[in-house]
């Protein structure tokens, strides 16, 4: 007899769990892509930040699992996007050797390498001036070396590298999740590109993490869910965020709270669906300098 086979039980046991693991494996990707975007404040696959309080992990910042995809809120936090195994990620700052731990980063985002940072760190000068000489103006950030040395340290090897010339500011929130995100060297900033997977190829552990608060002014690290997954990547707070005490407070804006305000007003080129988005005026950094503070 003629006409259409009818599928057996274990046919259509099989024809479900297929799809099943399809739509599995469609979700994972969906994750992975919003996590290399959102590493608010990070660096490699995962990103970025300013992805956790305010989103659920706010994987801020990279990138990495978003300023780590920040919580279950509408706004992700910033993050990066590399994630490292606890136990075997890089460690904190050893202070009676005087020397820092940079591992490398093996999560796949693009690497603009130049090289490690020098290990051996000094926590003198206390503090260090930041210089952003950015398409909008100066924003200027006092480093707390003495409390984050690694990280201030990292920032200076970039800074003297030129990392982070002619990159641009990719992740913009909203007044409920106040800070634009910066620091991967290869984003576009056009609303279109799956920024925010772009870093240094090296990770560091966080730092001055002990009662940390993001309130307006604050410069903190991007990262993944994951700890020790610090890159380059950094957003700066223009309002109060509650995020959980999982980003390095690197340091605190001086001067440019006024740019950052104004880049807010405008809003972004298209929200990402968490309420953050590629900056309408766009912020270019020009150059970075980092002196010592007597």
Not at 181 to 194: L, V, W
Request: glycine share 12%.
């Amino acid at each position: 007899m003629g006409g259409k086979a009818v599928a057996t039980g274990k046919d259509r046991q099989k024809q479900l769990a297929r799809e099943h693991y399809e739509r599995q494996m469609q979700r994972r990707l969906e994750r992975e892509q919003k996590a290399k975007r959102t590493a608010i404040i990070g660096s490699t696959v995962g990103v970025v930040v300013v992805v956790g309080g305010v989103v659920a992990a706010i994987a801020f910042m990279s990138g990495g699992d978003t300023p780590t995809d920040a919580a279950a809120s509408p706004t992700a936090a910033p993050q990066d996007t590399a994630s490292a195994a606890a136990t075997t990620g890089p460690k904190p700052y050893d202070a009676a050797a005087g020397t820092c731990d940079y591992a490398a980063d093996t999560t796949g985002g693009k690497v603009k390498d130049v090289g490690l940072p020098p290990k051996k760190v000094k926590t003198e000068p206390a503090k260090k001036t930041m210089t952003f000489e950015t398409n909008r103006g100066d924003i200027v950030v006092e480093l707390d070396n003495a409390k984050a040395p690694c990280t201030t340290n990292s920032l200076e090897h970039l800074a003297e590298k030129n990392y982070y010339d002619g990159s641009k500011c990719h992740r913009l929130g909203s007044q409920q999740f106040p800070m634009l995100q910066c620091g991967d060297p290869f984003a576009k900033a056009d609303g279109k590109s799956q920024d925010g997977s772009g870093g240094p190829g090296y990770v560091m552990a966080e730092e001055n993490l002990k009662g940390a608060t993001y309130k307006r002014g604050v410069m903190a690290m991007a990262k993944t869910q994951a700890p020790g997954t610090t890159g380059s990547q950094f957003f700066l707070v223009f309002g109060d965020i509650a995020l959980p005490p999982q980003y390095t407070p690197v340091g605190t804006i001086t001067k440019g709270l006024d740019i950052l305000d104004k880049v807010s007003k405008a809003g972004v080129v298209a929200d990402a669906g968490d309420g953050t988005g590629a900056p309408k005026q766009s912020v270019e950094i020009k150059d970075v300098t980092i002196a010592g503070k007597s």
